[in-house]
């Protein structure tokens, strides 16, 4: 955590969790806003205008994935979703809408915490743009399209810096297959199996244990995130 006091919009109808999600969020050092409708959650963005908000998508008055593009035209803060819709096309579909993240109830306090820290960080990261990303042993030099590995350079084809170009940008973020696609080859309706293909070279290419990736993460049946390390 930094010095600074950060503010979060919990929107969340039910009480018990409204109540944890309060505590969580406070202990941690955080301003807490709350919401119990998508309305109240509109009305509170533009008032306090909160530095990251975390979303159930089962509001009494409105869809939550129908609130997260609206959510978008007021702020450009990360959004982590919270549901108990465990489907794959759900999270893909909150994720193309413009969340950051999406945790699958009921979860842990350290799952949600390192979901919100990666999202803060990736939110700063794209904000700043830095010319040079570093993770790990993990070096990409963005402007000169060098990637160092350790003392050593990787040499990678134009598809394999693309799809990792696009996982530094959003480092922390989880990327759905379709944007992947959509960058790599400009057509999202190609097969996923090309995607999985050149992670998988990526991945040859960049961790010390390829079946076991440090920084290129499976998120099952969504998308692909880079991982941030110390």
């Known amino acids: 955590m930094t ?16 109540r944890f999600l309060r505590n969580t969020f406070t202990v941690e050092g955080y301003r807490v806003h709350e ?10 963005v533009r008032e306090v205008r909160p ?15 129908d609130l997260i593009p609206r959510l978008r035209t007021l702020t450009p803060v990360p959004i982590v979703v919270l549901s ?11 994720l193309d809408l413009g969340a950051d993240d999406y945790v699958t109830k009921p979860f842990g306090v350290d799952e949600l915490m390192a979901r ?8 700063l990261a794209s904000e ?22 350790g003392h ?10 693309d799809i990792l170009r696009e996982l530094v940008v959003h480092a922390g ?14 057509d999202e309706t190609i097969d996923v199996q090309y995607l999985r293909v050149y992670v998988r070279q990526l991945r040859q290419k960049l961790e010390s244990s390829p079946e076991q990736p440090r920084y290129i993460v499976t998120e099952p049946g969504v998308g692909y995130r880079l991982q941030i390390l110390d």
């Open 3 to 18: 010095s600074q006091v950060l503010s979060v919009l919990v929107v969340e109808d039910d009480a018990a969790i409204q």
């Open 173 to 186: 973020k989880v990327l759905t297959h379709r944007h992947l696609l959509r960058v790599a080859w400009r």
């Open 152 to 161: 050593e350079e990787v040499k990678l084809s134009p598809k394999e810096y």
């Open 116 to 123: 919100v820290r990666a999202a803060l960080r990736h939110r």
């Open 51 to 65: 530095q990251l908000i975390v979303l159930d998508l089962g509001l009494p008055d409105v869809d939550g994935m």
């Open 128 to 149: 700043g743009s830095p010319p040079t990303f570093r993770t790990g042993a993990l070096e990409v030099d963005l402007v000169h399209r060098i990637v160092m590995h």
């Open 35 to 44: 919401a119990h409708s998508g309305e109240a959650a509109i009305n509170l």
């Open 84 to 94: 108990s819709r465990g489907d794959e096309p759900g999270k893909v579909m909150a």
